[in-house]
C-alpha cells in the first residue's frame, strides 16, 4: 500500500520507483513480491507508465504474478486506456506468452477490462476480439460484458 502511495504521487522520482522494482526483485515471500507489483501500475508519471508497460512486456515477470501490474495500470484512470492500447497492440505476444495457461490469459483480460463503462469502449473491444479465437477465456469476457457494459458481448 504505501509503494502505491508513493509511486502514486506526480512527483514520484526514478528512484522511487526503482526502489520499488528492487523490492519485488528481493522479496522473499508472494505477498511482497504482488504488493510491489502491483504498486508499479499506480505510476501517473508517464515516464514511469513507460517503464511498467515495458517491464510486463518485458517477460521478466511470470506468468502467475503478471495480473498485479497489469490490473493496477486498468483500475488507475490516468492509465487506464493506454493500458487497454498496450494490451491490444500486443495481443500476440500476450496470447502466444501465456495461452498455455487460459487461466491466466482469463484473468488478464478480466482484470484489465473489467473498469471500462462506456458503449463505445465495450464496442472496440468486442471489434478487437470478433476475430479472435476466444476460447478459453470467453466466458470471462462474457462476464465482464454484462456486468461492465451491461449488455452482451457481440462475438
Known sequence: MVFGIVLG???ASDEDYEAVVKAYETAKSA???EIALAALGDVKRPE???KTIDFILSGKIPAQDIHGPCHSLATNPVTRNQWWE???GNWSLFYER??????????????SLSRFSSKKKADEIAAFFKDKDCKGFDRGLGQVFPFVFE???PL
Open 9 to 11: 504521487r506526480e512527483d
Open 31 to 33: 505477498d511482497g513480491k
Open 48 to 50: 514511469l507508465v513507460k
Open 86 to 88: 498496450t494490451l491490444s
Open 98 to 111: 501465456y495461452s498455455v495457461n487460459m487461466v491466466v490469459v482469463n484473468r488478464l483480460l478480466t482484470l
Open 151 to 153: 449488455c452482451d458481448l
